[in-house]
């Protein structure tokens, strides 16, 4: 059974960056795609972005300019930098597993947690 | 930017049947939009349900279905359980993004 779990501060000051760590257990990181996706208090789900094991990325057009995943294969973990932080990126973090296959589907299968970070000074 | 919308509430009484559907700003949703949906209780994580259009994950109770209506991705509900109150979400996949919709708040009662 594959289990993800986020980890790192749960409060950011405003102009900083954002970092946190999903940690892959139970299979590898190799072979899929790695997601963020947020969460702001009471609303609904945002994707951040992806990581493909190999290291390619997509991200949110939105986001993209203040967001960077990266893939740690010895580690089985890959992580999210989100820069210039206001309050806007309050949210609680999910990170998840994707597939992005035609022919056997494209689904986000397994989801962590979730982690709060507060953007406040 | 593209907006995908989903009804913001529905209702139906425990052992109905009730269609969610998802829409898409760009046109009619198609298979080529892998259609997802997931279900989120509250203080919880969103769990997978459907994916590509239809299919089911290895847990999605049986009770839950999915397809293409009108131009639409819809999730159906047969048989409604008082745990199926939960927010729903759908999610497309576009040629350079993946976008989810607002989400649907169903009620049991």
């Known amino acids: 059974q594959v289990q993800l779990q986020e980890s790192g501060p749960g409060l950011v000051k405003p102009s900083e960056t954002l970092s946190l760590t999903c940690t892959v257990s139970?299979?590898?990181?190799?072979?899929?795609?790695w997601t963020w996706i947020r969460q702001p208090p009471g609303k609904g789900l945002e994707y951040i972005g992806y990581?493909?094991?190999?290291?390619?990325?997509n991200y949110n057009p939105s986001l993209k300019s203040r967001v960077t995943i990266s893939v740690d294969t010895s580690k089985n973990q890959f992580s999210l930098k989100l820069s210039s932080v206001t309050s806007a990126d309050t949210a609680v973090y999910y990170c998840?597993?994707?597939?992005?296959?035609?022919?056997?589907?494209?689904?986000?299968?397994?989801w962590g947690q979730g982690t709060l970070v507060t953007v406040s000074s | 930017q593209t907006v995908v919308t989903q009804e913001p509430s529905l209702t139906v009484s425990p052992g109905g049947t009730v269609t969610l559907t998802c829409a898409s700003s760009?046109?009619?949703?198609?298979?080529?939009?892998?259609p997802n949906w997931f279900q989120q209780k509250p203080g919880q994580a969103p769990r997978a349900l459907i994916y590509?259009?239809?299919k089911k994950h290895s847990w999605t109770p049986a009770r839950f279905s999915g397809s293409l209506l009108g131009g639409k991705a819809a999730l159906t509900l047969s048989g409604v359980q008082p745990e199926d109150e939960a927010e729903y979400y759908c999610?497309?996949?576009?040629?350079?993004?993946?976008?989810f919709g607002g989400g649907t708040k169903l009620t049991v009662l």
């Open positions: 760009t046109g009619a949703v198609t298979s080529g939009y892998y």
């Open positions: 590509s259009t239809s």
């Open positions: 990581i493909f094991y190999s290291g390619s990325t």
């Open positions: 998840a597993r994707a597939s992005f296959s035609d022919s056997s589907g494209r689904t986000f299968d397994y």
């Open positions: 999610l497309l996949y576009y040629s350079d993004a993946v976008v």
């Open positions: 139970g299979g590898s990181i190799s072979s899929y795609y």
